[in-house]
């Protein structure tokens, strides 16, 4: 009898364990390719600094390693990695996300494109901007980009941080660099951030419809043939449970709705 019930509590866990990676698995893979696998790639590289398989000091940006010596993975890396695991990292990671996630489901929906297209020239302007100042890990300046340019996007969502301010999304990206000011940190990634945002923003939603202005910033086509899947069928109409619901935007609520 008590091999017997031994046996069964050990297919129970197993069936758990089985149950719960699925659910992962699903969960995962519903997150949408741009923001999954750049949170993903933010994630392996903390770990595996803090598994010591690497340093920091392999990741950072220097301009003198990366022109001189063609340690050219730098200018990706510095984008990846926050810190070691602990308040910080936590903080930044679910902003990230957050953001992150909510540009690719919401104004850069079926353009995947378009959003690598602005990772790239986020990522651009902000090594260029490096050169100048003394940074030698820009994740978090890209996370208060991905935060501005959504911020401007969707200027009449109400904000509660912390449940100790109520403010509108605008204001976000200045409320974060007021947080990081009390932590001690430096307001010199956050106001890179806003910068490299609010030029991304003004070239691609602004300046087009301004008298005179015109779209400087254009998707390379080779990038919409990578990422980009066909167009739908304009004239196929889905069955109900096919249509797609609205999103749950989580913090905050739209004025007058």
């Not at 010591?52 to 510095?78: A, C, D, G, M, S």
């Not at 911020?151 to 109520?166: D, E, Q």
Request: net charge positive; proline share 6%; with cysteine.
């Amino acid at each position: 009898m008590r091999a017997g019930a031994e046996a069964w509590r050990k297919r129970k866990r197993r069936g758990s364990a089985k149950m719960a990676y699925q659910t992962f698995r699903q969960e995962y893979l519903q997150v949408p390719p741009v923001t999954r696998a750049y949170t993903t790639a933010c994630v392996l590289t903390t770990a595996a600094v803090q598994l010591e398989l690497i340093t920091p000091f392999q990741l950072y940006f220097n301009p003198e390693l990366i022109f001189k010596h063609f340690q050219v993975w730098r200018l990706i890396t510095n984008y990846l990695f926050f810190g070691p695991v602990g308040f910080n990292f936590l903080f930044n990671m679910i902003f990230l996300y957050r953001y992150c996630r909510m540009l690719e489901e919401g104004s850069f929906r079926g353009r995947t494109a378009d959003f690598v297209f602005m990772f790239l020239f986020g990522g651009l302007l902000m090594t260029l901007f490096g050169l100048f100042v003394n940074l030698v890990f820009l994740g978090q300046a890209f996370t208060i980009m991905l935060v501005y340019v959504w911020s401007r996007r969707n200027p009449y969502v109400r904000m509660n941080f912390f449940g100790l301010l109520i403010f509108q999304a605008p204001f976000l990206p200045w409320v974060l660099m007021g947080f990081s000011l009390l932590l001690g940190n430096s307001i010199i990634v956050d106001l890179l951030g806003i910068a490299v945002g609010h030029i991304y923003f003004f070239l691609e939603d602004v300046f087009p419809n301004q008298p005179g202005g015109g779209r400087l910033l254009r998707t390379p086509s080779v990038l919409k043939a990578i990422f980009d899947t066909p167009e739908d069928d304009p004239n196929y109409n889905p069955l109900p449970e096919e249509r797609p619901g609205g999103f749950a935007w989580g913090e905050g609520q739209r004025l007058g709705g």
